[in-house]
């Protein structure tokens, strides 16, 4: 690879408005719907191909005629974009190859099936999506497999749409990779892929591309020098072919950094910045970009607020004399934004014109880049329009209860409890568990006969009283099947919640709660984050009736169970206008009373989850201690109001928990479970590694899987979690809440965890 980066400069048209990239499950979650269908049997692979071409053409021909002037393709999969670039690059696991389908191989990959384990999943940097992580071996060959690009690109060509093709960059493939051998700098390997890329280029040429983008994310954390040099050498290299597109290199989520410079000293001829996550300070110091297009991301990717076009016109401004030329875009791409606001019926004329979702964010796109062209006055009544949004949100009195700030001044202090071997002691005399106990995350499987009976109250086709029978009756047959199975602290299932956020939200006040602002969040999974857009206050009980109906079923423990503050935080499209901070503590809040009340009635055992603690973890070092600092308050706050016999249980999952392992020991919850199963128990190191002294329940299998796990498999894991966590702390559970599952799946899974952990109790008891 050469490390002298002389400058090709590639003449291509210039572009004005775009975006970095597209949501693809479809409004109507078509997709979702589509891949579920084709997974089950029910539609064959030109049917599912026809849904996926049908969606594609229609966001690109959407975004081209409301102004945007190059289209970004290749942004669309069948499941996960990164997964998309292993299979590109001949990278998937060896243990798929067997698979002759190349999409049954695909899907085999992100999901498994009965014979195979799928790739270890985590979060796509500070976001809620999820990646699925590619494992690169010593036996991995990189090899090229153009046919998804070339092929998108010739649908957009085909539709008269300027199309730019994106691909995961040669760095962050590999920097977000897993190394399964023992040469754990997979950034030393880019000389492999190098070539591949260069080929790719060639080929994008060949079949007339004028631009491309190459999306370097990772780029925006902390990197050591070698990396930087990495940088400069890959993208001198790929800039000094002849046979080429012109190269945009995209970045996101925050600042370049050192990645800036190395960049701009290529001849890369465009660079992508997020000028919301971070800021314009660095380009205008730098000479070299004097000759490179920005593509300057004002507009907001990953939040739902309209944006404040004057300022936005003001970043833009600054830009103009220190590049090449601007380029107006979204910060990231828009697969983290619903839509569009059209499809909700039920929001306030007030709070809708505070709003803007995918759809609307282009046409914020089109006007920025009209007036940057033609001036201000072309674009006169947007600019209007905007500022007197901005005052209405600014003097609407739901965004302040002083009641709830008063009551958090009173508390802000009262954080702790007694010291954990205390409780650990009077809890084991108030619960009275056997060694090794059994217990489940939270959620069962979301029947038909459950989302029959939500679909037929919101149509009013039946009273409120005849639905609550009816989760009721959920409720009693889950109880059942746990008492049957042999579980030995028991949960509801969760039927009445359409989502752990969501339903929160749904009852707290200073939300509001989408009908079809649906996000992927990986694969066919979709979320619909609710709005939090004021002070956030608990006006009634959210939980108790339902964990108190439980457990008067069973003279076993149920676990109460509530989503934690930071989870809230993070899965909700947050207010931009305090600190982060002072909205977790007002979550927190909420939750403290509830858990006070749950107590109140009797139950014994609270869960807390916070799956997403390490998901808001600032991308740069020096902003993470005090991310956590507040964080791990917030935890303590909503769970520290209750006695020492109640046990504190909270749950993650599906992160990279190294970076905050010393995190989830302050948290001081009692018992901790903790995804385990893909990882195959690597987070036990970690928490030992720092003195973790409390209960675990590291998951031992993956409910992300249709796979069913043997009872010597769940019990080969127990001895492994063994190695590391003395028995008396150690829990059995699966990884995460078991909703997407089927009935059949989790009985027969959890009737092997229940005989897995029985024969482990009797080799300890031996």
Not at 110 to 130: C, Q, S
Not at 220 to 236: F, H, I, K, P, S
Not at 254 to 282: C, K
Not at 518 to 532: D, E, M
Request: proline fraction near 5%; include cysteine.
């Amino acid at each position: 690879m050469s490390t002298s980066p002389a400058s090709v400069f590639h003449a291509a048209p210039a572009f004005h408005a775009t975006v970095l990239g597209s949501a693809r499950i479809g409004p109507n979650r078509e997709l979702k719907k589509a891949v579920e269908s084709y997974w089950g049997g029910k539609i064959d692979r030109d049917a599912l191909e026809k849904v996926a071409a049908d969606l594609r053409a229609g966001t690109w021909t959407a975004q081209h005629d409301a102004g945007l002037d190059s289209i970004p393709v290749n942004t669309f999969s069948f499941d996960d974009h990164v997964l998309d670039t292993a299979a590109m690059l001949g990278a998937l696991p060896p243990r798929v190859s067997g698979i002759a389908d190349d999409l049954d191989r695909y899907f085999a990959a992100a999901r498994g099936n009965d014979d195979v384990a799928p790739l270890e999943m985590t979060k796509w940097f500070d976001t809620n999506y999820h990646y699925l992580v590619p494992e690169i071996g010593p036996d991995t060959v990189f090899t090229l497999d153009a046919s998804k690009v070339l092929g998108e690109v010739a649908e957009a060509r085909a539709l008269g749409v300027p199309a730019r093709p994106v691909v995961v960059g040669p760095l962050t493939f590999l920097l977000l990779s897993k190394s399964t051998g023992e040469h754990d700098r997979l950034l030393d390997r880019v000389d492999e892929l190098v070539p591949l890329y260069q080929d790719l280029l060639s080929q994008l040429a060949a079949a007339g591309v004028e631009w491309v983008q190459l999306d370097e994310p990772a780029l925006v954390r902390d990197l050591d020098d070698a990396t930087v040099t990495a940088v400069e050498q890959v993208y001198g290299t790929l800039s000094q072919a002849q046979d080429r597109p012109a190269i945009l290199v995209a970045s996101y989520f925050g600042n370049l950094g050192p990645a800036l410079g190395a960049l701009a000293r290529t001849g890369v001829e465009g660079i992508a910045v997020d000028l919301v996550a971070g800021d314009s300070a660095d380009i205008a110091g730098l000479p070299a970009l004097a000759d490179k297009m920005i593509v300057a991301g004002v507009v907001d990717g990953r939040n739902v607020w309209r944006t404040d076009l004057e300022k936005a016109l003001a970043t833009l401004a600054t830009l103009l004399g220190s590049t090449g030329s601007v380029v107006v875009s979204s910060s990231c791409s828009l697969l983290h934004v619903p839509y569009t606001i059209e499809a909700e019926s039920g929001l306030d004329e007030s709070l809708r014109t505070w709003l803007a979702f995918g759809t609307e964010k282009v046409t914020e796109i089109a006007t920025l880049s009209k007036a940057l062209r033609r001036g201000r006055d072309a674009v006169a009544s947007e600019l209007d329009a905007a500022r007197v949004a901005a005052e209405v949100r600014a003097s609407d009195p739901r965004l302040r209860n002083d009641q709830v700030r008063g009551m958090l001044d009173s508390i802000v202090g009262n954080r702790t409890r007694t010291p954990a071997d205390q409780r650990r002691e009077i809890q084991r005399r108030h619960l009275d568990l056997p060694l090794l106990p059994t217990t489940t995350i939270g959620s069962y499987p979301q029947t038909t006969r459950i989302r029959v009976a939500r679909a037929a109250l919101r149509k009013g086709e039946i009273e409120r009283a005849e639905y609550l029978q009816r989760m009721r009756d959920e409720i009693a047959e889950v109880v059942a099947l746990q008492e049957k199975l042999g579980i030995d602290v028991l949960v509801h299932g969760e039927p009445e919640r359409n989502d752990m956020v969501q339903y929160f939200a749904e009852q707290l006040d200073g939300f509001f709660a989408t009908e079809n602002g649906w996000v992927q969040s990986y694969g066919s999974r979709c979320v619909r984050p609710p709005i939090l857009y004021g002070d956030v206050a608990r006006p009634d009980a959210m939980t108790v009736d339902w964990i108190t109906y439980a457990q008067s079923l069973s003279e076993k423990p149920v676990k109460g169970m509530l989503t934690g503050p930071v989870t809230i935080l993070a899965w909700s499209f947050v207010r931009d206008d305090q600190p982060l901070a002072d909205t977790a503590d007002q979550i927190a809040l909420a939750i403290r009373k509830e858990t006070v009340d749950l107590q109140a009635a009797g139950v014994r055992i609270i869960q807390v989850d916070e799956p997403a603690l390490r998901e808001l973890l600032p991308l740069r070092a020096s902003q993470q201690a005090e991310y956590l600092r507040w964080a791990v308050g917030a935890f303590r706050l909503a769970t520290s109001g209750v006695a020492d016999s109640t046990q504190i249980h909270t749950h993650l999952c599906y992160s990279e928990f190294g970076e905050v392992i010393e995190a989830i020991a302050e948290l001081d919850a009692d018992v901790t479970s903790i995804e385990a199963a893909r990882s195959h128990m690597e987070v036990l190191d970690d928490l030992n590694a720092v003195g973790f002294d409390l209960g675990v329940g590291p998951g031992v299998y993956d409910i992300h899987s249709p796979r069913v796990p043997g009872a010597d498999e769940i019990a080969e894991s127990l001895r492994e979690a063994l190695r590391a966590v003395p028995a008396e702390r150690l829990w059995v559970n699966p990884d995460c809440g078991l909703k997407t599952r089927s009935t059949d799946e989790v009985t027969a899974s959890l009737t092997n965890l229940v005989a897995a952990a029985a024969k482990v109790r009797s080799e300890l008891d031996r």
